[in-house]
């Protein structure tokens, strides 16, 4: 059974930093992999999605990678910004079926 | 097409009572995911639709939940009997089958508080 992991489970940073969100996922036999951002109380926004023959993909400041056979996915997020807080959650599809997430990270940046 | 929509955005109900979502996927997607979010947790998955066919079943879904699809397009999830821990974010997801540069695209939610 895909489990999926997340650290941190949250982090404060002062804007303008770059910082790192990862995720690790336990079966690497996976079709793809996508980053979500999530609003309080709100729904899922899809940030990116990496297949899993691409090692990263990359979306303004946004850079996710993938490194399938250690089973780790990377969210960079390049010049923090206040409307970055949110909590990003990493979500692994094995072989056409369902989506598993890990617990996300909560992000807050401090202006 | 406006994305996934789903309603109603906030329920709040007594416990026992029956309660019934909906869901109206992206119209060109054939798979419809349900998915249930409780405060500090990641999305869990419950069931999801191939076009009208139910293809899989998580054990969360007990018996007092049954999801629908009868003409491949909408989805309905009806929970029988709730109970106070039933209350959470319920999401709704729609994709395409065999397409792994295709992710999954969210609805915005339907809250339920159960009291």
């Known amino acids: 059974k895909q489990e999926v992991t997340q650290i941190p489970a949250a982090l404060s940073v002062p804007e303008g930093e770059n910082l790192v969100l990862n995720c690790s996922f336990t079966?690497?036999?996976?079709?793809?992999l996508q980053w979500f951002r999530q609003d309080p109380g709100k729904g899922l926004t899809s940030l990116l999605l990496?297949?899993?023959?691409?090692r990263e993909q990359t979306s303004g400041r946004l850079n996710a990678s993938l490194d399938k056979s250690s089973g780790r996915s990377t969210l960079y997020i390049a010049a923090s910004q206040p409307g970055d807080s949110a909590t990003y959650l990493c979500a692994v599809r094995n072989n056409n079926n369902d989506m598993r997430f890990g617990a996300g990270t909560r992000l807050t940046v401090k202006p | 097409d406006t994305g996934v929509s789903q309603d109603p955005r906030h329920k709040i109900t007594k416990r026992g009572q029956n309660v019934t979502f909906r869901c109206d996927p992206i119209s060109e997607h054939n798979r419809l995911y349900w998915y249930r979010q409780t405060l500090g947790q990641g999305p869990e998955f419950l069931t999801y639709?191939?076009?009208?066919?139910?293809?899989?079943k998580s054990r969360l879904l007990s018996d007092r939940f049954s999801a629908e699809r009868p003409k491949g397009s909408f989805s309905t999830l009806e929970i029988q009997r709730t109970e106070q821990g039933d209350s959470a974010m319920y999401l709704c997801?729609?994709?395409?089958?065999?397409?792994?540069?295709?992710?999954?695209?969210f609805g915005s939610g339907t809250r339920l508080t159960v009291v």
């Open positions: 079966d690497s036999a996976i079709y793809n």
């Open positions: 990496i297949q899993s023959s691409q």
């Open positions: 997801a729609s994709s395409l089958a065999y397409s792994a540069n295709y992710g999954y695209t």
């Open positions: 639709f191939q076009n009208e066919a139910q293809l899989e």
